[in-house]
């Protein structure tokens, strides 16, 4: 990571990061936008280059997942419960998997980071600094690539992959008399923070209103000098 | 007191007790709660680290030893912000005493011994609500080993604090780390108000003293009567409930 591995807040007092060699990109968006079938893509074309990934998913923790998924289907949580599992679940994935890559060698491809529960807590109605310190310890980014969306445009998506879920509908915010409403009103307040966040962090905005090439073409433009750096005598195509 | 912990607005109170493994304090605790319902007052009990929702995580990652200190602290603030949401707040709201073993002082101890940073978890814990008394019962890490060691065969891995490698036997391992907890314990008595109880006096005596200071705390403490708890204010204010 250039310069040496930084974080937002305060790193984690008891581990030495050095200068980790590979490199952390973050692809973030909101739910149905197409995440996961982008990033297979980019992992593909980035170990046919030769380069080794590892993918990294929100909730995805050996330690949490399990937990997490017992909570959504019936334990009544409330947001800061919510806010604690994800940080607790990311601070798994960030000590055990993503730093040790990173240490490796590897491209880490995030599905999902930080900006999204900053995201959930804000549209939450959350104090926004406590979030904030409680992930301060994680590593900013080489790289956030938004895949931005419309509220017209992610509708018929989720729609037909299988529809709108309760938590991403916000349904624990009450905001509508069913999914659709809820869900439409929630994934508002989402897009428009994710837009401010986009300002705020630097993110590179990709318009994944698209169809799926269009959006892959654009997200290796962006990664490719990324990690075109670490390996400066082999060419990549973007 | 820290600035992020507020003085609660609720008709209840919350006592704490805090003190390092085998200082006593469960004990005291069970004895303040017998004699609080003898009183006839309504009385609630919430332990550290009990709720539902984290246990079985809790109790495998412990099992095969694969917590960092800072996934080991989130998991305990999790736990806690359940029971603060079910155990805690809602007895304190409908006026009842809400006895503690334990509370955000065993994570500012412990996880910062396991190295995490001080201001970062009292941070983590902003959301909690400030106690309305906490003793904390000190005690000399001989007396605390003796305790521990007649009461069962063998210390736990993280009660030892073993995944830290202070050293390989046990009981040494425990030494050290509960001294280390003894000293942060020790640093927040002035930051957090304890009233501190010699943990190394006769049970009875410890008993009186704590029996003395909650009747001061509960001066202006006004039990829930019968008919008189709070109602929310909504569509059934005002209705019977029957």
Redesign the interface.
């Known amino acids: 990571m250039a310069g040496g591995a930084r974080t937002f807040g305060r790193p984690l007092p008891y581990l030495k990061l050095g200068r980790p060699k590979g490199k952390l990109i973050a692809i973030e968006g909101t739910d149905g936008v197409g995440r996961s079938t982008q990033i297979a893509l980019l992992q593909q074309w980035l170990e046919v280059q030769g380069f080794p990934v590892m993918v990294t998913g929100w909730t995805r923790s050996n330690l949490m997942s399990r937990s997490i998924d017992a909570a959504k289907s019936g334990h009544a949580l409330n947001r800061l419960t919510f806010s604690l599992l994800y940080a607790t679940d990311f601070a798994d994935r960030l000590e055990n998997n993503i730093i040790p890559a990173l240490r490796a060698g590897f491209v880490v491809l995030a599905d999902r980071y930080i900006y999204t529960a900053m995201a959930r807590d804000a549209v939450r109605g959350a104090d926004p600094s406590w979030i904030r310190n409680v992930l301060g310890f994680a590593l900013i980014p080489d790289l956030v690539c938004y895949l931005d969306i419309d509220l017209e445009h992610l509708n018929p998506r989720v729609l037909a992959a299988g529809g709108m879920n309760y938590w991403e509908s916000g349904m624990d915010l009450r905001l509508g008399e069913d999914l659709f409403d809820s869900f439409s009103r929630y994934q508002t307040a989402m897009l428009h923070e994710f837009e401010r966040m986009s300002k705020e962090f630097g993110f590179t905005v990709i318009d994944a209103r698209r169809d799926i090439d269009a959006v892959q073409a654009d997200l290796r433009e962006a990664i490719a000098p990324i990690v075109v750096k670490k390996k400066a005598a082999k060419a990549v195509p973007a | 007191m820290y600035p992020f912990m507020e003085q609660h607005p609720y008709p209840g109170r919350l006592i704490v007790v805090e003190g390092i493994d085998g200082s006593g304090k469960s004990t005291q605790a069970m004895l303040v709660r017998k004699w609080l319902e003898a009183e006839g007052y309504p009385v609630r009990f919430t332990e550290w680290n009990s709720s ?3 246990k ?2 809790t109790k495998l ?1 412990k099992k095969k030893k ?6 080991f602290s ?2 305990h ?2 736990d806690f ?2 029971r ?3 155990q805690i707040l809602p007895p304190l709201k409908g006026g009842a005493i809400v006895v503690a073993d334990r509370y955000t002082f065993t994570a500012f101890a412990r996880d910062v011994v ?4 001080p ?2 978890v009292r ?2 814990y ?2 909690a609500i400030r106690p309305d008394l906490v003793f904390y019962f000190r005690v000399p890490i001989e007396t605390s080993i003796e305790r521990i060691l007649n009461g069962r065969a063998k210390l736990k891995y993280y009660e030892a604090g073993m995944d830290l490698g202070l050293a390989t036997d046990e009981v040494e391992s425990f030494r050290i780390f509960q001294s280390r907890i003894l000293r942060e314990y020790d640093k927040m008595i002035e930051e957090f108000d304890f009233t501190v109880i010699d943990a190394s006096s006769e049970i009875d005596e410890q008993q009186t003293a704590l029996r003395e200071r909650v009747s001061k705390m509960l001066v202006n403490y006004r039990a829930p009567k019968r008919g008189t708890w709070p109602v929310a204010p909504g569509p059934l204010a005002g209705r019977s409930r029957t």
């Open positions: 539902s929702l984290v079985e995580t990652a694969f917590l960092t200190p800072t996934t989130l998991l603030a999790t912000a359940d603060l949401h079910h396991r190295g995490v940073d201001d970062w941070k983590l902003a959301f």
